[in-house]
């Protein structure tokens, strides 16, 4: 296949919206198909490459996902981001009830009700050091994880490209979580058996939630950087 029938194949799924990262996957099975329709059928790259569009016409049809963005995306976009968000948020819950365990033990090893609130706030501290930290140290592709940063402002440049915006608002609502002066309602609660019980739901179930949505922000982040990296050849070769 010809570098001009290759860049046929680019501008057509570019044209369907689907993220570079996407997109460089989906180029290799559609060239593969392509080649092989040639092969067995004896077919032109035209013939053979409008045999391919049809077969993959379904995946191309536009939907809409509300967890990534209001515009419309191809199905296949959708299915996949879908999956991957899954596979995050089950890592995300795992690490946030880690927590929330050590939360529990912290509870019932602190002697009193200062200790425990300084230890409440060393724990969630974390969930704030380590996002800034990601940011901070990463500074150089904050552009790739805007919403509206686009390549050729038509395609996201990765189906992780939510992350700027996800991760100030866990850092962001933490932060309020472990600055404010209210009673540790866990503790009393739990150790001294004061207080009712929808404060202590609340201040037991809110961080864990908090938790978990800082937990995928990161390793969304970190999807983010690694899909970046893997696309980094094919734009140059784009921009030959």
């Known amino acids: 296949m010809t570098s001009a029938e290759e860049k046929q194949i680019d501008d057509y799924l570019i044209l369907n919206k689907l993220p570079l990262d996407i997109l460089v996957e989906v180029r290799d099975h559609m060239i593969s198909q392509v080649s092989e329709l040639q092969a067995r059928e004896n077919l032109s790259f035209e013939e053979a490459f409008f045999k391919t ?6 995946e191309f049809k ?6 990534l963005s ?10 996949i981001i879908k999956t991957n968000y ?6 995300a819950l795992l690490i946030a009830f880690i927590s929330f365990l050590l939360n529990l033990l912290l509870i019932y090893v ?14 969630n501290a974390f969930f704030i050091v380590l996002p800034i930290f990601l940011l901070v140290s990463n500074y150089k592709i904050w552009k790739y994880l805007k919403n509206d940063f686009k390549y050729r402002g038509k395609i996201f440049y990765s189906m992780y490209q939510q992350n700027l915006g996800l991760i100030l608002m866990s850092i962001t609502t933490m932060t309020q979580v472990i600055s404010g002066s ?9 150790k001294e058996g004061n207080g009712t019980i929808a404060p202590f739901l609340i201040m037991l179930i809110v961080p864990f939630l908090l938790q978990t949505m800082v937990v995928f922000s990161i390793i969304n982040f970190f999807e983010c950087k690694k899909a970046l990296s893997k696309i ?3 734009i140059k070769n784009l921009e030959n």
Do not use: C, D, H
């Open 86 to 91: 899954r596979s995050i948020i089950r890592k």
């Open 182 to 190: 209210g009673k540790p309602y866990t503790y009393l609660f739990l």
């Open 53 to 58: 569009k049809i077969a993959w016409e379904g």
């Open 70 to 79: 209001r515009e419309q995306i191809p199905v296949i976009f959708k299915k």
């Open 62 to 67: 536009m939907t809409t996902y509300f967890l």
């Open 232 to 234: 980094q050849n094919f």
């Open 110 to 123: 602190s002697p009193n009700e200062e200790t425990f609130n300084l230890f409440f706030k060393i724990q």
